[in-house]
């Protein structure tokens, strides 16, 4: 059954989602992963694409989403602050392309951004362009089209809201917003001309079906860049006790999701501290792209260590910018 799929899908066709339920009950999953494999070097080659994130604003989030630290609903030790220092953010972004991320993004907690901060970090964003060949993107919640159009004039190449789990699923880890509100979010983005990049947190409680329904989802919205953070429960949160994922159920939800959506990125986000001791069966596995250096609130991975172990599994890393970080 895997052999038929993967020749179909490499032909231009696509998996059911009756034949994706079936692969959950595989017994040879290294047959799901080596096809996975295959689908991600015939669609996306061999580049790895890295990118990093900073927090340009931290804690004090109104939305009572159950696994984040920065909702104000849950007591953690997260940092809080109104908005990072502006010249800080540039230099990382400098720094992050001189090792040869592709991509780099400002985050920001809270439901949305207030147009004083968004112009603050519209002019982060255009100070970085003049200054490096970077790619950048943004993370700012449920934005209007007006801020989004502005995010767009300041070199935002793409937008990133998480549609978190699957629909069925939604309202079980947060009830302040809706998914409709986010996929709202993300069909302004796109009207605004910026790539979208969705994904969402495995290991919440889900059933591996509702990951299926998730990846389905991703491909109904054409999505091109899907991160999969691996849920990192957090003590004073929610989820803090969520049992967490088998190997197996790790790695089969990455192939899984490659057959779904063979022609986009899936990523390596959050959670890749818990998973490192199967990294190299997840590269493996049709992963194609990766967060890299440190997350939001955590503290993330060694990007040159990274770019060592993305070389080892066979990834290229050449790409413009580590022939030339600088457009001056």
Known sequence: MVQE???RILQGGSITQAEALAMIDLEDKQALYEA???LRQHFKGDFMEMCSIMNAKSGKCTQNCKWCSQSMFHKTNVEEYELVDL??????AEENASKGVYRFSLVTSGRSISNGNLDKLCGVYKNIQ???PIHLCASMGLLNRSQLDKLKESGVGHYHCNIETAPSYFKE???SHTMEDKIRTIRAARAAGMGICSGGIIGMGETMEQRIEMAFTLNELE???IPLNVLMPVEGTELSATKPLTDEEILSTFALFRFINPKANIRLAGGRNLISHIQDKALKAGVSAALVGDYLTTIGTNINQDKTAFNNAGFSLDH?????VSRE
């Open 5 to 7: 799929i993967k020749e």
């Open 87 to 92: 010249k800080e953010a540039e230099q990382l």
């Open 223 to 225: 999505i091109e860049s």
């Open 36 to 38: 996975a494999d295959e």
């Open 320 to 324: 413009e910018l580590l022939e030339s």
């Open 130 to 132: 003049k200054k490096t």
């Open 173 to 175: 880890v947060c009830t």
